[in-house]
């Protein structure tokens, strides 16, 4: 497809387990962003990426998370000993250079539940 | 700390009205600014911008005002219609910085009654 693809497009787990989500961008798109949405939130920033680097970590709400992209493509969020307030929609955005015009495209999302 | 307020939950119109969604902002240092529309189950889209040096741009329905002074900015669609029933999201950056993100609202839930 054309747009951003993130899989999964739902995610139910345990307290305690890891979970991965994958996002693949728009084909040729350098930059890549990672937010979420809690329930009644905005969206949070997460991290972004230009190419295969991710010069601030610093929006990452804990060390149990965790993001890579490699190829200058697909990125993983991978979240260790998911916690309940974990539980939120984790949405994936690209664009053709970092922020541009401010014009990201964004995945549907993958909605994470954590029991 | 809520740097960009969208203090309506929610918002009710008639079709063929005027819907206006406002948003306030606390970083004097933002200069750019967004809104996206989310449909459920789908992901954010962009909608319109404007630069901190302008005061209005218009793009067809829709039309962004931005009072600096103020630090407030509102979109404008004319006229309603239920297809733009959807939730609103402003955003906000400074593009001056070295910081790639946009920091969004908590979005307004815009309904178009028939």
């Known amino acids: 497809g054309a747009g951003v693809s993130q899989s999964p497009s739902n995610k139910v787990t345990e307290k305690g387990k890891d979970v991965e989500l994958r996002c693949d961008p728009i084909?040729?798109?350098?930059?890549l962003y990672w937010y979420r949405q809690s329930l009644g939130q905005g969206l949070e920033f997460l991290i972004y990426?230009?190419?295969?680097?991710?010069?601030?970590k610093s929006g990452l709400p804990s060390d149990r998370f965790s993001a890579e992209r490699t190829g200058g493509s697909v990125s993983t969020l991978t979240i260790q000993r998911t916690q309940q307030e974990d539980s939120a929609v984790y949405l994936c955005?690209?664009?053709?250079?970092?922020?541009?015009?401010?014009?990201?495209?964004f995945g549907e999302g993958s909605r994470l539940t954590v029991l | 700390d809520q740097q960009v307020k969208q203090n309506s939950p929610s918002l009710s119109v008639q079709e063929g009205r005027i819907s206006i969604l406002n948003c306030d902002y606390t970083?004097?240092?933002?200069?750019?600014f967004l809104w996206y529309k989310k449909y459920p189950a789908e992901g954010p889209t962009f909608l319109i911008s404007?630069?901190?040096?302008?005061d209005k741009n218009e793009d067809g329905r829709f039309t962004v005002f931005l009072n600096k002074s103020a630090k407030h900015l509102s979109l404008h669609i004319v006229p309603s219609q239920p297809g733009d029933s959807a939730v609103y999201f402003c955003?906000?950056?400074?593009?001056?910085?070295?910081?790639?993100?946009?920091?969004f609202g908590k979005g307004t839930l815009l309904t178009v009654n028939p």
């Open positions: 970083n004097s240092m933002f200069d750019y």
């Open positions: 404007i630069s901190s040096i302008k």
């Open positions: 955003a906000a950056h400074n593009s001056g910085g070295s910081n790639y993100k946009l920091t």
């Open positions: 990426f230009q190419g295969n680097s991710a010069p601030d």
């Open positions: 955005a690209s664009s053709l250079v970092l922020l541009g015009n401010g014009e990201l495209f």
């Open positions: 084909s040729g798109h350098t930059a």
